[in-house]
């Protein structure tokens, strides 16, 4: 399975609130939140894992290049126009099952790491896209599933459908996916959510698969916030060991 991460904003609402290190290398728990995120992708089988970032982030591509643990990080420098162009850009060269997250995305590597283990086993899904019930995102997409959890849907209003699940920005797929994506972009689709929409219009079966509490840091408040989860899953993470050797 192929891994990769989206480091290409600009986190302009951080440096606004008076943080002065690009997104990527906010501190979250003694490593810089990449570095924490790229440490999740190893731990879930990850041999190399292509990273996206824009021309203006030297000092990220820089850390990057000086990183000398496992995985292997490739380097793609590009600044792009919009969010699809990114994730293009994030997949180009895939040729098996991949998944790709943002970087600002904190979750449980725990459950991360049992999404990919059952996204590898899944002989008869075209993608897990990862969602969770705690709504922390300023606008959410609303992923509405059937009573076996496959996706028929995704919203941008709560009231269009009664689910409790929004997505967690962490996409899991096969390489069918990629058709739609080049088909998307020829017709100028540059949302990743109406990316999602058409993944089902051309009749992809996409499964949610929840990941418990979730958030992005965008704010300078999300950062003590994703410190404090970062200690619950730790904690979790210590739980389920000793459960699994009960």
């Known amino acids: ?12 609402r951080l440096v606004s609130e008076g943080v002065s290190v690009p997104k990527p ?53 590009k600044t792009t126009p919009d969010s699809m162009h990114t994730f293009a850009e994030a997949t180009a060269g895939f040729d098996g099952k991949f998944a790709v997250t943002t970087v600002d995305t ?4 725990t459950l991360f790491r049992e999404c990919v283990e059952a996204f590898e086993a899944d002989t008869e899904t075209d993608g897990y ?7 922390d995102d300023e606008k959410p997409l609303y992923v509405a599933v059937d009573s076996d959890m496959n996706i028929t849907a995704f919203h941008d209003r709560r009231e269009e459908s009664d689910t409790p699940y929004v997505s967690a920005g962490i996409y899991m797929l096969t390489p069918r996916a990629l058709a739609t994506l080049r088909r998307c ?10 990316f999602q ?15 418990g509490k979730v958030i992005d840091v965008d704010h300078i ?26």
């Open 197 to 211: 929409r058409e993944l089902i219009a051309d009749g992809l079966r996409l499964k949610a698969r929840p990941l």
């Open 106 to 109: 904190i979750f449980s590597p």
């Open 25 to 77: 290398l906010v501190d979250i728990d003694g490593r810089p939140m990449i570095g924490r995120l790229l440490d999740i992708m190893g731990d879930s089988g990850a041999g190399s894992v292509t990273v996206v970032v824009n021309e203006q982030m030297s000092e990220v591509a820089d850390w990057l290049r000086t990183r000398d643990r496992e995985p292997e990080v490739v380097v793609r420098v």
């Open 129 to 135: 896209m990862c969602v969770t019930d705690f709504i």
């Open 221 to 246: 408040s999300d950062i003590a916030t994703a410190r404090q989860m970062v200690g619950e899953f730790e904690n979790q993470s210590i739980q389920h060991i000793k459960n699994g050797r009960k």
């Open 185 to 194: 972009l020829a017709e100028g689709v540059t949302r990743m959510r109406n």
């Open 1 to 12: 399975m192929e891994f990769a991460i989206i480091a290409a904003g600009e986190g302009s």
